[in-house]
């Protein structure tokens, strides 16, 4: 996973409370994974480090969260991103605080507007602790970028962030802002998007979710097939090494054998940034036979998330499949950028935040292009948000990742709904809020 073994991870989650029209109070809980690995697998930081900073980061857009103006989740989520984009402007300068000593104070005697969130009760909580909480103050250096790569800088200056962590820090206040602005309206914020997206209604959400199965690098094929037999699941998402595209193709080639042609079983095929160019994808793909390539349904990251742009290349490889970006998107500014390269969509996760989700699905829809949910092994309140997000939106495909079950199923004893019977998810009707 990840590009390697991950043995931890972090489930941030953040409660927030807003005040409705009315004047009710309202309160929403948000959660992200926290994942290291993923969105910041290269730093001379030790995993401790880049976890603290990321912990110390949502502590940051939570005091932050609370100094916006009066909106619906997209409105805030444009603030929060500004503010992300204003730091870095700060330390592509001068690399200097706004307060001396790093911090950004909550309590600075500022005027508070109406309909603030208030994050008082201790900003973010993490699954094995709280980080810096005592004055309920965070580390904003955390929280800015150099204005160069779309990085931020780490907590003691020694290494940058990229923007891929930072979107997972501000995912889990932006699930927060949605699930608390959903209950003030006493709807499933599912019934709300439409409007908020200023699209036509689409239907229902779906509550039996189909799931797709993650073949990791070195699974066993033998378990596999067990998984696939016991679940009744045919929907598959394989893993591969990136190294040589024939082992590759071998791989793809020998998990859909044990599909046995089931009606309706789907392959995607994740390459997890491993190719040096679309090329290396377009010899892996050439090299299946048609059988196979037929059901492929897509590709996931082919190339690394700071690849050059190679748009006759990605568009080569587009002619065969559909290619989508998954690490290359960390910001709503990175959409047009992915379009121009030659993309054929995008994939979301509910642990960048509804608001990112919402914006890509809307964008992929605008310009015709592919968009698909995924999963980060998120566990508990974090995994409900992906479901729901998975439930909501008429997506490219109708698999849902939610590869926790596999690797980490003993985070998600509180959830209801992770039982797969005939392959499927089956959810409760969506009430009040976002989960």
């Not at 050439?286 to 897509?298: N, Q």
């Not at 690394?304 to 290359?328: F, I, K």
């Not at 508990?380 to 926790?404: I, V």
């Amino acid at each position: 996973m990840a590009g390697g073994d991950v043995d931890r991870f972090t489930l941030a989650v953040v409660t927030a409370e807003a005040e409705a029209s009315d004047g009710r109070l309202v309160r929403g809980r948000g959660a992200s994974m926290l994942s290291v690995p993923w969105a910041w697998p290269r730093s001379p930081l030790g995993w401790r480090e880049r976890d603290r900073a990321l912990r110390e980061l949502t502590d940051s857009l939570c005091d932050q969260a609370g100094r916006t103006m009066p909106g619906d989740p997209l409105a805030i989520f444009d603030e929060l991103e500004a503010h992300l984009d204003a730091q870095a402007g700060l330390d592509a300068r001068d690399d200097r605080s706004d307060a001396r000593d790093g911090r950004m104070d909550a309590r600075a005697g500022r005027d508070e507007p109406e309909g603030r969130l208030d994050t008082r009760d201790g900003r973010r909580n993490a699954r094995d602790g709280r980080s810096n909480g005592r004055d309920g103050r965070s580390n904003g250096r955390d929280g800015r970028s150099n204005g160069r790569d779309g990085r931020s800088n780490g907590r003691d200056g020694s290494s940058d962030m990229p923007r891929l962590a930072a979107a997972l820090a501000l995912g889990a206040v932006d699930n927060a802002v949605h699930d608390a602005w959903a209950r003030a309206a006493g709807k499933p914020a599912a019934d709300l998007y439409p409007g908020l997206l200023g699209v036509p209604a689409w239907g229902a959400p779906r509550t039996r979710l189909p799931v797709q199965h993650v073949v990791g690098v070195g699974d066993p094929l033998d378990e596999v097939r067990a998984w696939l037999a016991r679940d009744g699941i045919r929907h598959v998402k394989v893993k591969a090494a990136g190294r040589d595209p024939e082992e590759d193709a071998a791989r793809v080639t020998a998990v859909h054998a044990l599909l046995g042609g089931a009606e309706g079983a789907t392959i995607s095929v994740d390459l997890n940034e491993g190719y040096a160019s679309p090329a290396d994808a377009v010899a892996m793909v050439d090299a299946l036979s048609a059988e196979v390539l037929a059901g492929v349904t897509y590709l996931e990251q082919p190339v690394p998330r700071d690849a050059p742009a190679d748009p006759d290349g990605m568009r080569e490889l587009t002619r065969r499949l559909p290619v989508l970006a998954d690490e290359s998107l960390a910001a709503t500014a990175d959409l047009e950028r992915l379009a121009a390269d030659g993309w054929s969509g995008v994939v979301v996760k509910a642990a960048r935040g509804q608001s990112l989700a919402l914006r890509s699905w809307r964008f992929a829809r605008e310009r015709g292009l592919a968009a698909m949910v995924q999963d980060l092994t998120a566990v508990d309140l974090g995994l409900a948000h992906s479901a729901r997000l998975a439930a909501t939106l008429p997506w490219s495909w109708p698999a849902f990742e939610c590869n926790s079950r596999q690797y980490a199923p003993g985070a998600n004893a509180g959830l209801d709904f992770m039982n797969v019977v005939d392959g499927h998810l089956t959810l409760a009707t969506p009430g009040p809020g976002l989960a």
